[in-house]
Every structure is written in C-alpha cells, then in structure tokens.
C-alpha cells in the first residue's frame, strides 16, 4: 500500500458501479504527521473564523450591546465552537458523527435569534436554544427510523440547496463584506482575487503538504497583502485581554413562548442543514454514503452542542458547510485534523489577542476562498444526484424542490404574509426544498 501522505483526492476507477470513487488524501482515522496536522487543522479554524465572530457581533450591534458585551459573545463564539467541534470528531456515547465536521455559530438561528433579543433581552434568546437543542436531540434519535426519507435523490437536493445558498454570501465576502462602505472596490476585488488564484495555484501545482494546505497558505498570502493597504484594522488587536476565562450563564436565561416556538422551529431547519453537511462530507471526501451511526449521532451532537452553547451565552452551534467545502477540496477526511483546530479554537477562545489577530482577516480574504468552498458543496450535491439513474419522477422532485424553495429564498417577499415563525423556514431555501423533495419522492408512482 502506497504512503497516504502521497495520496492525491483524485477519482478513480470503481468496479462495483462504473463510477469514479473519490480517494481521500487521509482517511477518517488516519492521523498525519503531526506538522502536517497541525497546519491543515489552522487552515480550518481560518476557513470558519470570518462567519463565527461575525453572527456574534451582529447580534451585538442589533440589540446595542456594549463594546465589552461585545467582545464577550466573540469569544465565547470561538471557545464553545471548539468544544463543540470535539464532540463531533471525538464523541461520547452516541453523541457525535466522529467525521472531521466543524461546528460553529449559526447563521440560520440569527434570524430568529435578532427579534427575539430586541424584543424580550438575550437571555430569551439562549433559554429558546436550550429547547432547539432538545428538539435537535430528538430527531437524532429518530434519524435511524427516518433515514428511508434521505435517499441519494432527497440528499443531493438537500446538499445542492445549501451550496447554492451559501454563494450569495460568499460573494458578500468577496466584495469586501455585506454593508461594507467600499463595497466592490478594486482593493477588495484584488484581494478576494489574489487569494483565488493562490489557492488554485498551489492546489494544482503543489505537492503533498502545500497542496493540501492550498487555502491556508492563500489566506496568509491574502492577509500580508491586505496589510498595506489599511484594511486591517490593528485596534481591537490592542484592545483585546491576553487571557480570560469566560463565565457560564453570564446573560442568564428566560424561556418567553415565542423564543421556544421560534428556536424550535430553526432546529428543524439547521438539522435538515446538518443532515446535508453529513451527507456531502462522505460523498465528496471518501466517495461514500453517510451511515445510520453518522448520521444520528451527528445532529445529536448538534443538538447537544447548541443547548451547551447556551449556558456559556453562545449563540446556537451548527456544522460549516464551508468547511465540509475544505474537505472535499482538499481530500484531507481525517477527523483527527479538525479535532486539532478545535483545539486551536479554545485557545482562541482563552486568549482573545490571538483571536483578535484572526478575526481583524479583512471579509475580502475570506471571500476569495469562500467562493469555492461554497461551490464544493454544489459539486457534492450533484455527485449525489448522479448516483441515481433520474427517470421522469426524480426530474420532476428536483424541479419542483429547488425551483420552489431556492425561489422563495432568492424572492423571501413572496411570503412575507406567512405568520412569521413559518416565514423563517420557508426563506431558508433549504427547508421547502427537503420538505417537497421528501414528500414528492415519498408519492412516487408504483411502476407498471
């Protein structure tokens, strides 16, 4: 058997199904030599960084929280996102998927999350993720049960959705961020460029380390660059605490019934998110499907880390996609990698300097490689999708599921008389899209 540290994640030959079979540059439980490791895991933390400290300070900003509130909810962002991370890639019991799956600050909660702080105070916000985890808990115990309702088919839309839903904001980073005064500047486009062209270059002319490793070194590249031009703004490096340990329970909580109605609901969505992520992750990074064991124990590991996130005044935790995107860009399924950079992410949650150094990474720079990391996550939806040999039916569930919800998430004013708990879903894009595509796949006609 050849060095996996010279493997490439290239196809190959499979002679079960006449497809191609992806080859992992590392599989699942193999760990790579630690400097290796060490680097593809700092990687990861970079990939996830601008979208985990930026839902934080957006709710700050929402309800006029102080500076030190602020900087508060940032670093607890980073610290329980590492703690979190570990329990997907390590595991207790039959909670986590043991997959390199990052966990981190979710974005579909934020929605909800906005209303419900300006309305009955934080603490609301927290109290109603305890109950979103629960409801998280349950369905990955049921998961084994529901599985018949993912097949390839349903799961590939599923994974299709989230990809093409994600662009939007990758685009947003890629233009110097959403409500950046200097949007679609030329110092924004060269930047966000610059570390495209780094990173495909080093993917594609690189060897071993510095293939694999492509984003992290585009980053760096991107963030030096980015140095003369003003865009990194070393204030809140010098104003952050060197070391500081954060206090359970520090905004409380309250358990309004709009916040256990409303984060209740946004479980269901992020889950149906998780269920995707699980499902690409396997499919793009070791050319397999997602087993019952995975699965279940992935959204039970997303569940009981967004009800841990709340006792720490951590906003709800969910898997990257972004992430899942370095997987299948770069072949590296190790979960022992990301397990690394979930340590890193501690760290970073303990010493705030260093996460401000992270955090000051200008959207351009993440946006260059968010693009592709976005795309990924379409190319591993219609992997899935190509699985099936699509007859009249299967055309008409991927029609009617991502024309409908893609629709409403790209036109969310077609619904803005949907009672609002109900709205929240719908503009997801991802769950009217899982809904039709399950029931519509579920009422597929007997043959003959």
């Known amino acids: 058997m050849p060095d996996s540290s010279h493997r490439t994640p290239e196809e190959s030959p499979s002679?079960?199904?006449?497809?191609?079979?992806?080859?992992?540059?590392?599989?699942?439980?193999e760990m790579p030599p630690l400097?290796?490791?060490?680097?593809?895991?700092?990687?990861?933390?970079?990939?996830?960084?601008?979208?985990?400290?930026?839902?934080?300070?957006?709710?700050?900003?929402?309800?006029?929280?102080?500076?030190?509130?602020?900087?508060f909810l940032v670093q607890v962002a980073l610290l329980v996102a590492g703690l979190t991370t570990l329990m997907q890639t390590i595991g207790f019991g039959p909670v986590g998927s043991r997959l390199p799956i990052v966990q981190g600050t979710s974005f579909g909660f934020?929605?909800?999350?906005?209303?419900?702080?300006?309305q009955y105070g934080i603490a609301a916000v927290f109290g109603g993720a305890i109950f979103a985890g629960l409801v998280q808990v349950v369905l990955g115990f049921s998961l084994r049960w529901l599985r018949k309702l993912f097949p390839p088919l349903v799961s590939g839309i599923v994974v299709l959705v989230i990809g093409i839903g994600l662009l939007p904001t990758g685009m947003q980073l890629y233009g110097g961020g959403n409500g950046a005064e200097d949007f679609g500047s030329w110092d924004n486009l060269g930047l966000a460029t610059l570390v495209l062209v780094v990173m495909l270059a080093f993917y594609r002319y690189g060897r071993g380390v510095f293939a694999a490793s492509s984003v992290l070194i585009a980053l760096v590249v991107g963030y030096l660059?980015?140095?003369?031009?003003?865009k990194v703004d070393f204030t809140q490096i010098e104003d952050a605490a060197w070391f500081a340990v954060p206090m359970p329970l520090e905004f409380g909580l309250e358990f309004p019934a709009a916040a256990i109605i409303g984060m209740g609901a946004m479980a269901i969505a992020t889950s149906i998110e998780t269920i995707g992520d699980l499902s690409a992750i396997t499919?793009?990074?070791?050319?397999?499907?997602?087993?019952?064991?995975?699965?279940?124990?992935?959204?039970?590991?997303?569940?009981?880390?967004?009800a841990f996130a709340s006792l720490?005044?951590?906003?709800?935790?969910?898997?990257?996609?972004?992430?899942?995107?370095?997987?299948?860009?770069?072949?590296?399924?190790?979960?022992?990698?990301?397990?690394?950079?979930?340590?890193f992410l501690i760290l970073l949650g303990l010493f705030p300097k260093l996460a401000a150094v992270i955090a000051a990474m200008p959207s351009a720079v993440i946006g260059g490689a968010a693009v592709v990391m976005f795309g990924m996550l379409i190319g591993a939806g219609i992997k899935l999708l190509a699985e099936t040999r699509l007859d009249r039916h299967d055309l008409l569930v991927i029609a009617a599921s991502i024309g409908v919800g893609q629709g409403i998430a790209a036109v969310p004013v077609v619904v803005e008389l949907v009672p609002e708990t109900l709205r929240v879903l719908l503009i997801s894009g991802?769950?009217?899209?899982?809904?039709?595509?399950?029931?519509?796949?579920?009422?597929?006609p007997k043959p003959g």
């Open 312 to 343: 720490f005044s951590a906003l709800p935790n969910t898997s990257f996609g972004q992430n899942v995107g370095l997987v299948a860009f770069t072949g590296v399924m190790s979960r022992h990698v990301v397990s690394i950079g979930a340590c």
């Open 15 to 29: 002679a079960s199904s006449g497809c191609e079979a992806v080859t992992p540059r590392y599989e699942v439980e």
């Open 35 to 71: 400097r290796e490791a060490i680097v593809l895991g700092v990687q990861h933390v970079l990939v996830m960084m601008a979208s985990n400290v930026t839902i934080p300070i957006i709710l700050a900003t929402a309800i006029g929280a102080t500076t030190g509130e602020s900087a």
């Open 110 to 118: 934020l929605v909800v999350s906005i209303p419900l702080a300006q």
């Open 225 to 230: 660059a980015a140095i003369p031009t003003g």
């Open 283 to 306: 499919k793009s990074g070791a050319g397999r499907e997602v087993t019952d064991r995975e699965l279940s124990g992935g959204v039970l590991a997303d569940g009981v880390a967004t």
């Open 430 to 444: 991802i769950v009217p899209a899982a809904a039709l595509a399950v029931i519509l796949n579920l009422a597929r």
